[in-house]
């Protein structure tokens, strides 16, 4: 049995606390933790709620601090799921403290604080991984199959689309998003990147270019409806990939489009006898499409005059 507890019983916590209590039988929460103690409270009403369903689960301590659950010898993994500014320094005092991590994304808000957790964890000879996971479900492995058995041939590029206009039209808290550590690369983007590493492989460079199109946004969710969020990182960031088999891949993640709801993810991986439409990352299943030109039949023209003109079969 592995004995975790939670720092940061947020809005994601809530998959976490299912999952936990429901499908890893071999994981026990033993303790939550949050600066808001009521939020502390709902992760153990919810643990409370599902033993009344009659799922067996164990009820977790509220710890005061976050070395309250470093210092606990019964906790083996810290869960990290604090605000993405946060996760840095929450991760490290984790590990100094002895403990094993998984942190949500982004494991840090720059290069150099996660280089620093990787050498860390290294250092005390300890594990440390980090969302998404979301790469092992059906979607993205029966892409990875269809890639490893030649039914797109070559892979020559990919292009990968998270297009919205932002998260204050409906997130109850949606500040943090714009500051460090935020933006659709670092909230959205994992998803993506994760997903090309499985399907592509290595990368060996990246070019990039990244805009802020809005100095502030309006918030027009409740509970903070009418107030402003100062934006502090880039929105609009695009970015074209160098794979090492000598694929080219383009990404780009936005807040700053205004686009349909439900098509804003658009994942793309083209091969020299096909194309495969990847389900949207952020999520473990979805519809797979896999194009060959053998498969599809071609539209007749939509003029009567071009019926009878003869063209080369090649075209």
């Known amino acids: 049995m592995v004995n975790v507890a939670m720092i940061g019983v947020g809005d ?18 033993v303790g939550v933790c949050d600066l808001i103690p009521e939020r502390a409270e709902k ?28 210092n ?24 100094l403290h002895g403990k094993h991590v998984y942190s949500e994304k982004p494991l840090a808000a ?19 991984g980090g969302a998404p996971d979301t790469f ?14 030649g039914m797109i041939g070559d892979v020559v590029g990919s292009a990968c689309f998270m297009i919205c206009h932002g998260h204050e039209t409906w997130h109850h808290d949606p500040a943090f998003y714009y500051q460090r550590g935020g933006g659709p690369m670092m909230d959205m983007g994992p998803y993506y990147l994760t997903a090309l590493l499985q399907l592509m492989g290595e ?30 990182v880039d929105t609009h960031i695009t970015g074209t990939l160098h794979f090492a088999s000598g694929a080219i891949g383009t990404i780009l993640t936005t807040f700053d489009v205004h686009y349909p709801l439900r098509n804003q993810a658009r994942f793309e991986v083209y091969g020299t006898k096909g ?20 498969d599809q039949e071609r539209p007749k023209p939509g003029d009567p005059a071009l019926l009878n003109m003869e063209t080369n079969p090649f075209y």
């Open 12 to 29: 994601i916590s809530g998959i976490y606390l299912k999952n936990i209590t429901e499908v890893f039988h071999g994981v026990r929460l």
């Open 43 to 70: 992760g153990v009403a919810f643990c409370k709620a599902q033993r009344e369903k009659g799922i067996e689960c164990h009820i977790p301590r509220i710890y005061p601090t976050m070395f309250d659950a470093f």
């Open 72 to 95: 606990d010898p019964e906790v083996d993994v810290i869960l990290n799921l604090t605000r993405p500014y946060e996760h840095y320094e929450v991760s490290k005092q984790a590990l």
């Open 110 to 128: 720059d290069m150099a604080e996660g280089d620093e957790l990787v050498e860390l964890a290294k250092k005390h000879n300890l594990y440390m």
């Open 136 to 149: 092992m479900g059906a979607g993205i492995q029966t892409c990875r199959k269809l890639i490893d058995d």
């Open 203 to 232: 990368v060996k460079g990246v070019t990039g270019v990244a805009k802020k199109s809005f100095d502030e946004r309006l918030i027009t969710s409740q509970p903070h409806c009418g107030q402003k969020v100062a934006v502090e």
């Open 275 to 294: 194309t495969l439409l990847v389900p949207d990352p952020n999520t473990f299943a979805g519809p797979v499409r896999l194009l060959r030109p053998e």
